[in-house]
């Protein structure tokens, strides 16, 4: 694992249900609004937010929207399954534009079922039954971006 690349966009020390379901979102995010992923975020075990480029603020409509697609698809209890590429292939699967240069010649990828692949270090449950109840608090703008803040629930 220390050939490998921290790429990922998240804090260190994180909660593996939590942090997992920071992958749902973001897929759930570039899935629903074709945006990136979070260009910014900050995991807890409490409560997490993640902040997205987007060209305007989502609707209520839209946030309860999210949080439905992320609770289904937990209830789909998908496997989290990791694979080591080379950066190679990570370059045509994946934007490496934040990977560092000349670090490494594999990296880590993390899969959930079929429904997300992403380039990560951080530590992650074995199936998304382990997460829990997805719950969006709140959201709005920020001057780092469209600002999500979230929780899981027993
Ligand atoms: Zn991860």
Redesign the pocket.
């Given at each position: 694992m220390e050939n490998n690349t921290q790429f990922?966009e998240?804090n260190k020390q994180e909660y593996p249900p939590m942090?997992t379901a920071e992958?749902l979102l973001n897929a759930t995010m570039v899935k629903m609004f074709n945006c990136g992923r979070a260009v910014s975020a900050h995991v807890e075990r409490k409560k997490s937010k993640c902040d997205y480029e987007l060209p305007q603020e989502l609707t209520q409509e839209q946030i309860l929207a999210v949080e439905e697609q992320v609770n289904r698809v937990i209830s789909m209890c998908l496997p989290v399954t990791e694979e080591v590429i080379t950066i190679e292939e990570a370059k045509q699967k994946f934007d490496t534009s934040r990977l560092p240069e000349g670090v490494s010649a594999t990296i880590r990828v993390?899969n959930i079922g079929d429904y997300d692949s992403?380039p990560?270090l951080?530590s992650?449950v074995k199936n998304t039954s382990e997460i829990g109840k997805f719950k969006i608090i709140s959201s709005g703008n920020t001057p780092s971006g469209f600002r999500i803040r979230f929780k899981l629930e027993e």
């Amino acid at each position: 694992m220390e050939n490998n690349t921290q790429f990922n966009e998240h804090n260190k020390q994180e909660y593996p249900p939590m942090h997992t379901a920071e992958h749902l979102l973001n897929a759930t995010m570039v899935k629903m609004f074709n945006c990136g992923r979070a260009v910014s975020a900050h995991v807890e075990r409490k409560k997490s937010k993640c902040d997205y480029e987007l060209p305007q603020e989502l609707t209520q409509e839209q946030i309860l929207a999210v949080e439905e697609q992320v609770n289904r698809v937990i209830s789909m209890c998908l496997p989290v399954t990791e694979e080591v590429i080379t950066i190679e292939e990570a370059k045509q699967k994946f934007d490496t534009s934040r990977l560092p240069e000349g670090v490494s010649a594999t990296i880590r990828v993390i899969n959930i079922g079929d429904y997300d692949s992403c380039p990560c270090l951080g530590s992650h449950v074995k199936n998304t039954s382990e997460i829990g109840k997805f719950k969006i608090i709140s959201s709005g703008n920020t001057p780092s971006g469209f600002r999500i803040r979230f929780k899981l629930e027993e």
